[in-house]
């Protein structure tokens, strides 16, 4: 009986140290890796950040659950989405995980000038750790920024940047190129874009086919929209020249 008791006990006392033991990247796990729902996952950080206080990533990913809940239309704290970026940042300023983050935060609450602002910050810390691909993260995430101002020319030149770091993506950079010359209405660019994507996507050996078909099809349209807008301009020319429009 008191070995079944003293059994128990330990149990007990075992469960207790490993609740005890939880460090504060298990509560993080638990939160962003573990299938909970988004209330279960805010309360996981709730006790996460009640025994580790001082943890910017904890802050960061409650408010990445709340700026997620945000973005599928469920009820949710804005004032304390932005209350804990911003206490991340107060406790990790020189995290470019968390200035993206509280970017795309931003983008959620359509705050895009603010946006700007945290993605500078995050593509300083980038390029001062000379690390390409969070450079090309957050040339891409600024490019998303802008696009949501309508800046396309912006757009453009945040894909110019990538192309400058990022040689292996380059077909895929140029597609998104042309996709932008498209709606700034620059067939021209447009075709010459999609052009050298194909071409470079025919020298891989190894290449996603339909992201090549995809590129042909678009230059295809933009040949066509372009004849149709030299038809266009000859009708307009015959008709300035017949007698009868002349009347």
Same mark, same amino acid.
């Given at each position: 009986?008191?070995?079944?008791?003293?059994?128990?006990?330990?149990?007990?006392?075992?469960?207790?140290?490993?609740?005890?033991?939880?460090?504060?990247?298990?509560?993080?796990?638990?939160?962003?890796?573990?299938?909970?729902?988004?209330?279960?996952?805010?309360?996981?950080?709730?006790?996460?950040?009640? *025994?580790?206080? *001082?943890?910017?990533?904890?802050?960061?990913?409650?408010?990445?659950?709340?700026?997620?809940?945000?973005?599928?239309?469920?009820?949710?704290?804005?004032?304390?989405?932005?209350?804990?970026?911003?206490? !991340?940042?107060?406790?990790?300023?020189?995290?470019?995980?968390?200035?993206?983050?509280?970017?795309?935060?931003?983008?959620?609450?359509?705050?895009?000038?603010?946006?700007?602002?945290?993605?500078?910050?995050?593509?300083?810390?980038?390029?001062?750790?000379?690390?390409?691909?969070?450079?090309?993260?957050?040339?891409?995430?600024?490019?998303?920024?802008?696009?949501?101002?309508?800046?396309?020319?912006?757009?453009? !030149?945040?894909?110019?940047?990538?192309?400058?770091?990022?040689?292996?993506?380059?077909?895929?950079?140029? !597609?998104?190129?042309?996709?932008? *010359?498209?709606?700034?209405?620059?067939?021209?660019?447009?075709?010459?874009?999609?052009?050298?994507?194909?071409?470079?996507?025919?020298?891989?050996?190894?290449?996603?086919?339909?992201?090549?078909?995809?590129?042909?099809?678009?230059?295809?349209?933009?040949?066509?929209?372009?004849?149709? *807008?030299?038809?266009?301009?000859?009708?307009?020319?015959?008709?300035?020249?017949?007698?009868?429009?002349?009347?």
């Amino acid at each position: 009986m008191y070995r079944n008791l003293l059994f128990a006990f330990m149990l007990c006392l075992g469960g207790g140290m490993s609740a005890l033991a939880q460090t504060e990247d298990d509560y993080y796990q638990k939160a962003c890796c573990s299938g909970l729902g988004d209330e279960e996952a805010i309360k996981a950080l709730d006790e996460g950040i009640k *025994k580790y206080p *001082k943890s910017a990533l904890l802050y960061m990913e409650r408010a990445n659950v709340k700026s997620r809940a945000l973005s599928m239309t469920n009820p949710v704290d804005k004032n304390g989405m932005m209350a804990d970026y911003d206490k !991340a940042v107060s406790l990790d300023p020189n995290s470019i995980e968390v200035y993206m983050a509280r970017g795309n935060g931003r983008v959620n609450l359509a705050q895009y000038k603010a946006a700007l602002e945290d993605f500078d910050k995050a593509l300083a810390i980038a390029q001062k750790n000379q690390n390409v691909f969070q450079q090309i993260d957050v040339y891409n995430n600024r490019a998303n920024a802008k696009r949501f101002l309508n800046d396309l020319p912006g757009v453009y !030149a945040e894909y110019e940047a990538v192309l400058k770091i990022d040689k292996e993506g380059a077909p895929a950079t140029r !597609a998104l190129m042309a996709g932008i *010359k498209t709606e700034m209405n620059d067939f021209a660019g447009a075709i010459k874009e999609y052009s050298t994507a194909i071409s470079l996507y025919e020298k891989l050996t190894d290449y996603d086919s339909a992201s090549l078909a995809s590129c042909y099809e678009n230059r295809g349209l933009l040949y066509i929209e372009q004849l149709k *807008k030299k038809s266009r301009g000859l009708c307009r020319f015959e008709s300035s020249l017949c007698p009868q429009t002349r009347r």
